[in-house]
């Protein structure tokens, strides 16, 4: 089994700045993704950004240039800066690590962006 705990939510004016974390702990093989997913109220789940163990990262078109996914392989710790925020960015975040075959899930953030 694989656990993830995330941390780092919180409330934020527009044009601010927050850091997500999320640690992975448990069975996990050491080729493996990670990444964020979000889900607004009355919308569903998005992937926001994803990276490889290898540490090639890519992002939703929505915050390509704002937000910056990165991770600590060591660790299994993904983080996800997030600049530039804005109201459409409001949600709860959730963490996910794809390994052996598996995907899991973080319990997820609160993000909320006030204009």
């Known amino acids: 089994q694989v656990q993830l705990v995330e941390s780092g939510g919180g409330l934020v004016q527009a044009g601010g700045s927050l850091r997500l974390s999320c640690a992975a702990s448990?069975?996990?093989?050491?080729?493996?993704?990670m990444g964020w997913y979000r889900q607004a109220p009355g919308k569903q789940r998005e992937w926001v950004a994803g990276?490889?163990?290898?540490?090639?990262?890519k992002y939703a078109d929505s915050v390509k240039g704002r937000f910056t996914i990165s991770r600590t392989n060591a660790k299994n710790t993904v983080f996800l800066q997030m600049n530039s925020l804005k109201p459409e960015d409001t949600g709860v975040y959730y963490c996910i690590i794809s390994t052996g075959g598996n995907d899991y899930w973080g319990q997820g953030t609160q993000v909320t962006v006030s204009s």
């Open positions: 448990g069975s996990i093989v050491s080729r493996n993704d």
């Open positions: 990276i490889t163990s290898g540490g090639i990262a």
